[in-house]
């Protein structure tokens, strides 16, 4: 199974973070890509800088028959599309797509790593793969879901909504 996360915290020319998600997911299916499950919305404050708008996040598994290169690069397409522009790290975006785990690959290089080097310490990646599978297992740690999110600090287990709306596939 594949995993991906999805954040958006700025408006877009697509509406604001609830439709910059949406869209993300249909250009996902205008690539063939098929979405088996996905998460509802859960809202985080901005890291490390709180005063930047509210993260909004979704975690899905999806279906993809070619490579993990080949979907890191549609993924990109796809950023730029949305009008993602590159700035400084954990600056505000309106889209952010990160491959979570790739069919429980582990890769290494200057393009990619899987699966997403700090996926384990992330509450917006933990909680929504926690609702959609909870059987999942860090493909290098070894350990479920459930033993990482009882591994984050209790101000990252508290500082994480689960909104009551979901994006219908």
């Not at 796809?78 to 954990?90: C, V, W, Y």
């Not at 917006?124 to 479920?144: G, T």
């Amino acid at each position: 199974m594949i995993y991906l996360s999805i954040g958006s915290n700025l408006n877009s020319i697509f509406g604001d973070r609830f439709q910059n998600i949406k869209k993300t997911l249909e250009f996902l299916r205008i690539e063939k890509i098929k979405i088996k499950k996905i998460s509802n919305f859960y809202e985080t404050p901005s890291y490390p800088n709180n005063n930047f708008p509210k993260f909004l996040n979704v975690g899905l598994t999806l279906e993809y028959k070619n490579n993990n290169l080949s979907l890191f690069k549609i993924i990109k397409q796809i950023e730029k599309k949305l009008g993602r522009i590159k700035t400084k790290k954990n600056d505000p975006r309106v889209i952010d797509i990160d491959i979570i785990d790739f069919k429980g690959e582990i890769k290494n290089t200057r393009e990619l790593i899987l699966p997403h080097p700090r996926c384990h310490l992330r509450n917006f990646v933990l909680y929504p793969i926690l609702e959609i599978d909870p059987n999942w297992l860090h493909p290098i740690l070894k350990k479920n879901v459930q033993y990482l999110i009882n591994n984050l600090s209790q101000k990252s287990r508290i500082e994480i909504t689960r909104l009551q709306k979901n994006v219908n596939i």
